[in-house]
């Protein structure tokens, strides 16, 4: 055989070995990924730019289910098993915080939590926890506002409506959220005494229904409703619950928060009293937190302790543009 031959033998021999030694000084990067409700869109959709940037930056990714505490502290286990270094995490439960990082720590895992911020053995949120949620307090004055303009719209009158606010104010980013639309809605001289709160038991659409349900039997004769809540599930679960007492689109305006959670709502034929909901940014909560994650790992960078996001409003006209611009259909 040939010298020249054996040339590209060998520089595919030498290419091996310098990839190799690469992976030797450096191991692979490991990051879970574990979210409170894996069967909500907007934790899928999480989940789902978290792949793209295991894909795009060369991470394997680890997603795990964690809808209670006993998942969240066998799966970290199983991460420090696995050699994973770090994780992000919406945990089913924000005291769970104090135990959380603890284990991380023991573990030596780096621990990033998303959505819900933890709480401490104080009772006040955790700000030592490296953390990326969204603006709530803000986000919901804006479902406030554009209540008000809606009923403004319409010319129904004070008097003819009232606000149900579905609440879950065991969660603080929650509660911020019903108490931004709440403050809103009476910076635009709506009656305080025609807010009413339908506390749900549950976080998803059954808990919201039976709230509202419970509460529209107590408020019986009321012409028009404006509707807010935590969430897409808490106010779509509002929406089927008012239907159920005859209200529809002419006579209701409900206006979620997520934009995730709703597309099916929003796609139908026929308009129901959704209205529209705050979009948040799923690709910034998903990838954004990972790629934080993987740079602290692989580049010693620190992410900032504190990262707000902000929210849009999509409707019936704009949903399908604004899901498409943001990566979330096609
Ligand atoms: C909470 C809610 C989710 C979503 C996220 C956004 O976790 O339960 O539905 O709104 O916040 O950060």
Redesign the pocket.
């Known amino acids: 055989m040939k010298f020249t031959a054996l040339r590209p033998v060998r520089t595919l021999l030498a290419l091996a070995c310098a990839t190799l030694a690469a992976h030797a000084a450096a191991p692979a990067v490991k990051i879970g990924f574990l979210v409170?409700?894996p069967e909500?869109p907007?934790?899928q959709l999480e989940w789902k730019f978290a792949d793209q940037a295991a894909k795009e930056l060369g991470f394997t990714l680890v997603k795990i289910g964690a809808t209670d505490g006993e998942k969240v502290l066998a799966g970290i286990d199983n991460l420090a098993a696995a050699g994973a270094q770090g994780f992000v995490i919406?945990t089913p439960d924000t005291r769970l915080g104090p135990g959380i990082a603890a284990k991380a720590r023991a573990n030596k895992l780096k621990l990033i939590s998303?959505?819900?911020q933890f709480i401490g053995a104080n009772g006040k949120p955790m700000t030592n926890v490296h953390h990326l949620?969204?603006s709530?307090g803000k986000i919901g004055e804006s479902v406030g506002q554009t209540l008000a303009a809606e009923m403004k719209k319409r010319g129904w009158t004070a008097a003819d409506t009232a606000v149900c606010a579905v609440t879950?104010e065991e969660?603080a980013?929650?509660k911020e959220?019903t108490d931004g639309a709440i403050a809103a809605l009476t910076a635009a001289s709506f009656p305080k005494d025609r807010i009413f709160k339908a506390p749900e038991r549950t976080?998803d659409i059954p808990g919201a229904f039976d709230a509202v349900n419970v509460l529209l039997t107590q408020k019986s004769g009321i012409k028009h409703w404006l509707v807010c809540g935590?969430?897409?599930?808490a106010v779509l679960g509002a929406v089927r619950a008012l239907e159920g007492r005859g209200y529809a689109a002419d006579s209701c305006v409900a206006i979620g928060?997520?934009g995730t959670?709703c597309i099916v709502e929003l796609e139908k034929a026929k308009p129901t009293s959704f209205y529209g909901s705050m979009l948040?940014s799923a690709k910034a909560?998903g990838y954004q937190t990972s790629e934080m994650m993987f740079r602290w790992i692989k580049e010693g960078k620190e992410p900032p302790l504190d990262s707000r996001?902000v929210g849009v409003l999509i409707t019936r006209e704009n949903f399908r543009q604004v899901l498409k611009e943001q990566g979330i259909r096609d």
């Open positions: 409170k409700q909500e907007w934790f919406c998303v959505d819900d949620g969204i709530a879950f969660l980013t929650a959220r976080a935590p969430n897409d599930s928060i997520n959670d948040l909560h996001t």
